[in-house]
């Protein structure tokens, strides 16, 4: 079974930048759509942003758009947080594993927890001064 391991959370003050890692052991991810969620306490998981086969094509949530920026290289998914904010805090977590037959509904399904067969343990991302 496919493990996804994340890193590169941590303590920033607001309006500051993390990059979040995630590599799946024995697997490039460049190849794959996957996706980042989050968990803040007392809260559910949800979307952050997702990337489809070959990074052709990005999606991001409202309170994402024009901070974080998701991306791959050869082997590893990446999200890029700017502009932190104390509400960013969570827990975070990558998803790969594209559970669709039919890759072209990506665009529909890529925000679903149940889209995803494969998940990584989450890395903390606390925002405070």
């Known amino acids: 079974q496919v493990r996804l391991v994340e890193s590169g959370g941590g303590l920033v003050q607001p309006g500051g930048s993390l990059r979040l890692s995630c590599v799946a052991s024995g697997y490039g991810l460049s190849s794959f759509a996957a996706a980042w969620f989050r968990q803040a306490p007392g809260k559910e998981r949800e979307f952050v942003s997702a990337i489809s086969w070959n990074g052709a094509s990005t999606y991001y949530a409202d309170s994402a758009k024009g901070r974080f920026t998701t991306f791959t290289d050869n082997t590893k998914l990446y999200l890029q947080m700017n502009s932190l904010k104390p509400e960013d805090t969570a827990v975070y977590y990558c998803?790969?594993?594209?559970?669709?037959?039919?890759?072209?509904?990506?665009?529909?399904?890529?925000?679903?927890?149940?889209?995803?067969?494969?998940w990584g343990q989450g890395t903390q991302v606390t925002v405070s001064s």
């Open positions: 998803a790969a594993g594209y559970r669709g037959e039919d890759t072209t509904l990506f665009s529909r399904f890529y925000s679903l927890l149940s889209s995803y067969r494969y």
